[in-house]
């Protein structure tokens, strides 16, 4: 591991420690290693759109609406090969939850999770993309 040093400006710093603190860091590394693993994550599925990825989508939908829970079953076997499993979750008396875990290449999963959340009936939807393995490092930055 090589230490490095960075000049921030003052209010800078301040929302930095706070935004740290915020999500329980105690110490500004693995604060500033988590953000910048987040970012290079996101630009490497934006570049390499093929990335093997893992991922959880979630939504929830109505079950009453006419014909939705059949075309829900209709697109999740369309790409039975992305699906690792799903949780369904009976949230009352109309309502369902569902968290499916994926696994395939980063466009097609968007793809897929596009085709789910855009089925009318279906809300609060998120997907999370994780991808499969570390980018391999490059060349480093100057250090000042
Ligand atoms: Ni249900």
């Given at each position: 591991m090589e230490r490095v040093t960075i000049s921030l400006d003052d209010d800078l710093l301040a929302a930095f420690d706070a935004l740290g603190r915020r999500r329980g860091y105690t110490n500004r590394s693995e604060a500033i290693r988590d953000i910048l693993r987040d970012v290079l994550d996101r630009q490497r599925l934006e570049d390499v759109p093929e990335t093997p990825c893992f991922a959880c989508l979630v939504y929830v939908y109505?079950?009453?609406?006419?014909d939705l829970a059949s075309r829900l079953v209709t697109t999740h076997h369309g790409r039975h090969?992305?699906?690792?499993a799903t949780l369904h979750v009976h949230i009352d008396h109309d309502h369902c939850m569902e968290s499916v875990m994926l696994r395939g290449p980063a466009r097609d999963i968007r793809a897929f999770a596009d085709s789910v959340l855009a089925q009318?009936?279906?809300?609060?939807g998120a997907l999370h993309l994780v991808p499969e393995a570390p980018k391999p490092a490059a060349a480093p930055l100057a250090d000042a």
């Open positions: 109505d079950h009453t609406r006419r090969d992305l699906s690792i009318p009936g279906v809300w609060s």
